[in-house]
């Protein structure tokens, strides 16, 4: 996979609201990934989303990180770094360059189904309730020579019915066929909006990502987004999920759980604190007791990361 290039991670935030303990989890651990290795380290705004996402929320986020020691090399606010724009709503032109691509090759069509209509018609996937698209728009035969309709339409990838299988650093090998377990799925929005499958994937291929660090519930993701570095002929970086973090209902930290919002965690407490919460999560250390970044960094290793889908908060 990354063979020897050198090593460059990133964290990719949505600025849709002040970060959490669950958020902090996934920045300290892929900022150590990366600092053990000699590596760079980028920061990358998600803000695709233009209701949810807000700037004084990317601003926090980067005082955030700075405030608990994690420095980034490229990115942020200030564009540091020679890949920018590092906000992917500055970033339209490259999806649609690789979206102008996929439409050459004949692996993308439009399609013409509403999400009601997709919810109403198909039944939720049985271990987890996604719903699986059964392709109704999609050519008998493919590639196709793509022709842009008029009537809105939103443009899906064919997926390839066969098994795809990668090494997660925490979960293992992991095995899925696309066409089952994913179906054909959008790139571009009838609104025109970016899927996140797409932008991420260009993203982390035009930044030279070698490493993605990301929450578990993106493990799927992953086989859809190998799909694409393998219709757009990038290499595949190493993929590393972590556990969520969830609250002491089991459930996944969220805004409304404002105790564990960095708003509120400094408020009284020291970085040392909120990072040697994290450690005892991640099971760096054994006792949940303050630790600088150093020390964090100097028992990092991806072995010792829980295997399990959910950790419990931890509260500094
Ligand atoms: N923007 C995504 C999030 O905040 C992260 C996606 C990724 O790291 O690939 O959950």
């Given at each position: 996979?990354?063979?020897?290039?050198?090593?460059?991670?990133?964290?990719?935030?949505?600025?849709?609201?002040?970060?959490?303990?669950?958020?902090?989890?996934?920045?300290?651990?892929?900022w150590l990934s990366v600092r053990k290795r000699g590596g760079k380290w980028i920061l990358r705004?998600?803000?695709?989303?233009?209701?949810?996402s807000k700037p004084e929320h990317a601003?926090?986020?980067?005082?955030?990180?700075?405030?608990?020691?994690?420095?980034h090399d490229e990115g942020g606010l200030d564009n540091l770094g020679d890949n920018g724009p590092y906000a992917q709503s500055q970033r339209h032109e490259l999806y649609a360059e690789?979206?102008?691509?996929?439409?050459?090759?004949?692996?993308?069509?439009?399609?013409?189904?509403?999400?009601?209509?997709?919810?109403?018609?198909?039944?939720?996937?049985q271990s987890d309730g996604r719903i699986v698209y059964a392709g109704?728009?999609?050519?008998?035969?493919?590639?196709?020579?793509?022709t842009e309709p008029e009537r809105p339409h939103s443009i899906r990838i064919a997926v390839p019915d066969k098994e795809i299988t990668f090494t997660d650093r925490v979960y293992g090998q992991q095995q899925c066929n696309p066409a089952e377990q994913c179906g054909d799925f959008v790139l571009q929005r009838a609104d025109g909006a970016w899927s996140y499958q797409l932008a991420v994937v260009v993203d982390d291929a035009a930044m030279g990502v070698t490493e993605v660090v990301r929450g578990s519930d993106l493990l799927l993701s992953s086989v859809q987004q190998i799909c694409l570095y393998e219709e757009l002929g990038f290499d595949v970086p190493e993929f590393s999920h972590v556990p969520l973090v969830v609250n002491a209902d089991g459930v996944r930290l969220s805004k409304r759980d404002t105790g564990e919002s960095m708003a509120q965690m400094r408020i009284g407490h020291t970085p040392d604190q909120i990072l040697g919460a994290v450690g005892y999560m991640a099971?760096?250390?054994?006792?949940?007791?303050?630790?600088?970044?150093?020390t964090l960094l100097d028992r990092f290793s991806w072995d010792k990361i829980p295997r399990q889908m959910t950790v419990t908060a931890c509260r500094p």
């Open positions: 996979m990354s063979g020897s290039r050198p090593v460059i991670g990133r964290f990719a935030p949505s600025p849709s609201g002040r970060m959490h303990l669950g958020n902090i989890f996934t920045a300290v651990l892929s705004i998600e803000d695709l989303d233009p209701q949810r601003e926090a986020i980067e005082d955030d990180l700075r405030w608990l020691g994690l420095d690789a979206l102008g691509r996929l439409k050459r090759a004949g692996t993308v069509y439009p399609c013409f189904c509403r999400r009601a209509d997709i919810m109403a018609t198909q039944a939720p996937h109704t728009c999609r050519p008998a035969d493919m590639p196709v020579k793509f099971c760096l250390t054994d006792r949940p007791q303050p630790a600088t970044i150093a």
